[in-house]
Nanobody
C-alpha cells in the first residue's frame, strides 16, 4: 500500500518554472513506476510524464517534452516534476500515480488504468 501526496502547485505567470513533488508513504514505493497526469477544466485527464522504478527510464508527453523533467529519489520516497517555460495551456490539476504491477511499464506507462494509487492532486495555474 502506498499513499501519495502532491505539493508545489500554485499560480504563476507564463514562462516561469515550478517544481511539483510527490511524496509517498509505504516501503514498496521504490519498486513502483510513477506517472504524472493532469486534468484541465472540462477536459479528460492526460498523461504528462513517467519514470520507472529506479529512475533509469523516463517518458514524456509530446506537449511537455523538453520543458518538463521527471525524477525520483527513492531514499526520500519522492518523485519530482520540474516544469520550465510554463504556458497557459499547462493549467490543470496535476496528479501523481503509482504502478505496482512491475510489468510492461515501458510500454504502458501512459495508460492511467494501470496505476493503482493516486494522489489528491495539486493545482497549477499559469497566467498569460
Amino acid at each position: 500500500q502506498v499513499h501519495l501526496v502532491e505539493s508545489g502547485g500554485g499560480l504563476v505567470q507564463a514562462g516561469v518554472s515550478l517544481r511539483l513533488s510527490c511524496s509517498a508513504s509505504g516501503s514498496t514505493f521504490s519498486s513502483y513506476g510513477i506517472g504524472w497526469f493532469r486534468q484541465a477544466p472540462g477536459m479528460e485527464r492526460e498523461f504528462v510524464a513517467a519514470v520507472n522504478w529506479n529512475g533509469g527510464n523516463t517518458y514524456y508527453a509530446d506537449s511537455v517534452n523538453g520543458r518538463f523533467t521527471i525524477s525520483r529519489d527513492n531514499d526520500k520516497n519522492a518523485v519530482f516534476l520540474q516544469m520550465n517555460s510554463l504556458k497557459p495551456e499547462d493549467t490543470a490539476v496535476y496528479y501523481c500515480a503509482g504502478d505496482s504491477s512491475h510489468r510492461y511499464f515501458e510500454t504502458f506507462y501512459s495508460n492511467e488504468g494501470r496505476y493503482d494509487y493516486w494522489g489528491q492532486g495539486t493545482q497549477v495555474t499559469v497566467s498569460s
